[in-house]
C-alpha cells in the first residue's frame, strides 16, 4: 500500500494545478464571494495520524455537512421514531425538490435532502428554544471535532436566512402535513444557522471519526454511538449523501460521504479513516467538483473502497 | 467470529419457522404458483468453500438478477459509451415507472430498473438475432455459474411475454428518444428470456464470486472483469439494486446486493464472499421479504456490512 | 322559454329535499361549522330582475370566488402585463398543487388555482400597504356588488391564516423564484382576508353582471371591463374556474363558473344572467355538490348553456 | 354585423401576407414535405351557405381532429360507459405525456389527447376486425362531410405507423392497466387510419355542422346526436381541444375547436356556424398558428365567442 502522506501531498499538488474548479454556489449571496482556487484535504487514520495539504487549516462553511451530525443527535433524542418523520431512500430528485414531498405527503425522502434536514432539525429543537437547540448542536460539534473555538458564521447565516425561500417552502409545506411541529421560523432558523457552521478540513475529519471506528472515537475511546448505528448512518450516506449525484459518487469514490454546498465533502472509509475534502466549486449536481476528484484518486491508490479490496 | 456454517444453519432454521413470508409475485402468472414456503441460502467464501441450507439446490427464476450479467457483458461489448444510454442514479421510482423517463427524454436512471435493463439487453442484442444474444446470455451464466445446465424456463418466459404490457410501454417509449435502437418485439423477446433464467442459490452464489474478489474467480484465476469494474459494478448493486427498497437494503443489510421479483438476491461481501438468498414472498417494494431478512442476520452475525467492521 | 321564476323556486324546492349534499370543507376549521343543509340561488337577468330562492340573502365566505374580482382588479392595474406572473391554462391538478410549479418555475398555471391567486394578489399589493390594498379590494366589491355592508368576516380570515401552511409554500416557492415580489406575510395577509368576503346570493349574482353583460352594468350602464376583457374573464373562468372539475363542470353546466371552498359558485350566462348559487357541501374536486346540480338544471332548463343553443 | 363574405376574404388576404407561419410538423415524415404557405377558411352557416377563401379546397390531413368524430361514434355505441375508460378534464400536460397515465392508472385525461383518442378507437373496435371498425368510421365521415370521395391518405398511415412509438408506448401502458381490451397492433391499426384521413376545409365544416345546430343537420334536418350530447361534446372540445394550449384558444378565440397537427382546426360556434380553417405550421403547443389567428380574427368581427354578445 502507497504511504498516506505522499498520496496526499500528490493529490494537493495536482488539484491546485487543475484548471477545472467547478462553480462557486451563488444562491448564497455569502458563499459566492468565496475564492474558487482553495483545495484542502485532511486524513485521519485508525491511530489518529493526520495527513493533511493545502488549505486544510482554512474555516469553510459545512451547509449540508451538518446534517450528517444533527441526523446523528436526532437518532440519540429519539431513537428510530426519527423514521416517522423522514425516509431513508435516494430521493432521484434535486436536493432542492417539492415534488415527491407532494407525492409522499410532506415526508421527506431521507435526512439528507433539504426538507428531510428540516425535519430532522425540527425533532432536535422540539421542547427548546432555538439558541438552546442551536447550542446542543454546536457543543456536539465542537465536542467531536475537538476544537471549543468550532462556531458559526453569523453572516452566511444571515445570508442564507434573507434568501432561503425555497426552504421556507419546504417547510411550510411539511408543516401542512404535520410533519413540522415546531413554528417553522425557529426550526428554518436553527436549520440555517447550523448550515453556516464554520469548519476546516481538519476540524471535520476529525469530527467523523466515530463514523469510521464503529461509533467509537480510536483515540479517545469514547462512543459517540453504537456500531449499529455508525454502519446505518454510513448507509444513508452512501445511498443518499450526494443528492442526485450520490449513484456517481458512489460509482466513483465508493466510500460514504456527505457533500456540502460550501465545497466540503466528508468521506468514511471504514475500519481505515475519516477524510475530510474541501474546493469551493461545484459540479451540476451541487456537489463539490475537485473534492469528488481527489476522494476518487485517493481511495484508488489506498485501495480504500468499500466495494473491493 | 463466528462459524459460517452455524450461522447459515441457524439462519435458515429461523427462516424456516418465521409466519411473516411475504407475497408472492402475482404479475407473471407462471411465478404466482411458487409455493412460499420455501426458503434457500447458499454462500461462497474466498477459498470456495459452500455453506448452503434450505433449498438451496431448487431452481428458481433469477427474474432481475440476471442484470447484473447482462450489465457485465454490455460493459464488456461497449465500455463506458454504455454510459450515453442509461444513467447510474438512483430513481426515486418503483421498477416500472415510465415518469421518469419523460423527464429525462427516453434515458433510464440506472441498468437495474426495467427500462434501463431493456436499454442494456439492446445494447448485448446490437446487431445479432436475438437467438444469439440470448445465447450469449446464457453461456456467460453457464461459465459463471460453473454449470452447462443453467437454462431458461421457457414456460416463464412466455408467460412473461404474454403479460409484460408495461415492459412494453417502457420500451416503446425508449425507442420514441431513440434509446432503443433494435426492433422493440427482438429486445423485449431477449429481455423476457433472460429473466426467465432459472438457477439455484449455489449456481447463482457461484456465478456471483467474480464481484466478491476484485473481478477475478479465486478459485480458477480467471478473470471476468477488472477490479475497477467489479467495484463498479457494486456501487450500482448497493446504490439500485433493491428498487426503491436500495437505501432500505443498505441500511440493514450494508452489502451490494441484487434482487428479483422470483424472490432471489444476490449479494456481495467483497473481499469475504458471494451469497445468493431465496424466499418467494416479497416485500411491498418488490423484494424478497425473508431473503432481506436472512441477510440482514446473515451480515450482523458475520460482521460483513461495508459500513463497519 | 320556461318561465324563470318558476324553475328558480322548483330548483330550490329539489335542492332542499336531496338527502346527498357533499362535505362541509373542514380544513379551514371556522368554515367546517357551517350547517350543510343550507341552499341559496339568485339570478339576475339582464333588466336587473332578480329571481332568487331558499337561503340567497344568508351570507357565507366566498372564499375562492374572490379571485374572478382580484383577477379582474389586477388586470385593471397593469393589464396584459400580468400575463407574465400568471398563466392561463388549465393545471390538471389539485387546487393546491405545487408539483406544477417545480415544473414551470414558479408560474401558475392559471389566475384561480392557488399560487395564481396568491401571485394576482401580490400585483394588487404593489407597493401599497396591506391594508390599503385590501380596502381597495373590498371597495370594489362592495361597488359591483352594490352594498356597502359587504365585509371580511376576520374570524374567517384568522382561521385560514393560522391553518394555510400550504399556501405558505406556495407563496415562498414562488418567492423563490421573484414570482412573488411582496413580502411574503404581506401578500398571503391580503389573500386570506379576501378570500375571507361574506355575501350572499344576491350579492354575488349582483357583483357578476359586469361579466354577463360584455363588461357593463346594464341597469347603471357603468363600464367596469372592456367587452373583450368581459369574454376572456370568461374563458378563463370555464377553463380554469373549478379546478380539477372544471372539465366537469363545462360538461354538465356549460357556462363559466368559479366556485370557492364555502360552497358558493358564480356564474355567468354571457347575455342573459348573472347567477349566484351556494350550499355548503363540496364534492370531491372541492366545488359545492348541490351547487353544481342546481346549475345543470338551471341551464338544461333554461336553454343557457353557451355549447348549444 | 359585417357581412360575413367580406370578413372571410379580408381574413385570407391578410393570412397570406403574414410572414409568421409557424412550423410545420416534422415528427411524421409525410406531413413533414407539406407547403407551409397554405392557408384555407370555410364557414358553413345554419342555412348551410358557405363562405370559404384560400386553399379551402385542398386536402390534408386532419390527425386530431378525427378524434371528435370517433368520440361521437363511441358514444354512440356504449353511451356514458365510455367515460369509465377515458375522463374529461384538461390534462395540463403536453398531449403526448405518458405521467398522467402512471398518476391516474392508465385512464387518459380526456378523449383529445392521444391516450384517450386511443382509448376511445379501442372501444369502436372492440369485436370487430381493424377493417370493419375503420370502415365504420370513415363511412361516419363521408357521411357527415356529403362526400363519398373522403378517404385515408395511405402514405400518411404508413409514415405515423412506422414511427409512432411513442403512441405504441402510451397504449401499451394502458393495455397493463387493462383499459385497452384489443390486441395493442389492431388499435393503434384503426388509430393511425383515423387519424390520417384527408379532408379539405369545406368538407370539414360540413361534417362538423351538427356540433352547432344541437345534434341536427339544419339543411337535411338529419340527427346525429341529440341537443345535450351536441352539447357535451363541445365543452370538451372547448376545455380540452387544443392540447396544452386548450386555455390559450378559449381565451383567444372563444369556442370549441379542435386542432390537428396537420395544421387544421374545426370550430363550432353554436347557433351560428361550423368552421374549418388550415394552415400547416404549429405553435409551440402543436396547434395550427395562422388557424389560431385567423379563427380570433373571425370570432372578433363576427362577435361570436361563446363568453359575450
Redesign the interface.
Known sequence: MPDLDTVVREICEEMAARPDRGTVADYIPELAHVDPNQFGLAVIDGDGRVSAGGDSETLFSIQSISKVFTLTLALGMIGDRLWRRV???????PFN??????RERGVP??PFINAGAIAVTDVILSGHEPREALGEILRFMQFLGKDPSIAIDEKVAASERRTG??N??????M??FGVIENP?DYTLGVYFHHCAIAMSCRQLATAGQFLAH?GLNPQTGFSVVS??R???I???M???GHY?????F??RV?L?GKSGVGGGILAVA??RASIAVWSPGLDEAGNSHLGRVALERLT?RMGW?????
Chains 1, 2, 3, 4 share one sequence.
Open positions: 425516509g431513508r431512500e435516494p430521493s432521484g430528485n425538490s417539492i415534488v415527491q414531498l407532494e425522502r431521507n425561500f425555497r421556507s417552502a419546504l417547510a411550510y409545506y408543516k401542512s417553522v464503529n456500531a449499529e455508525a454502519r446505518r454510513n448507509a444513508i452512501l445511498t443518499c442526485d449525484g450520490s449513484g456517481e458512489a460509482y465508493g460514504p471504514p475500519g484508488q473502497s468499500v466495494f473491493g479490496v
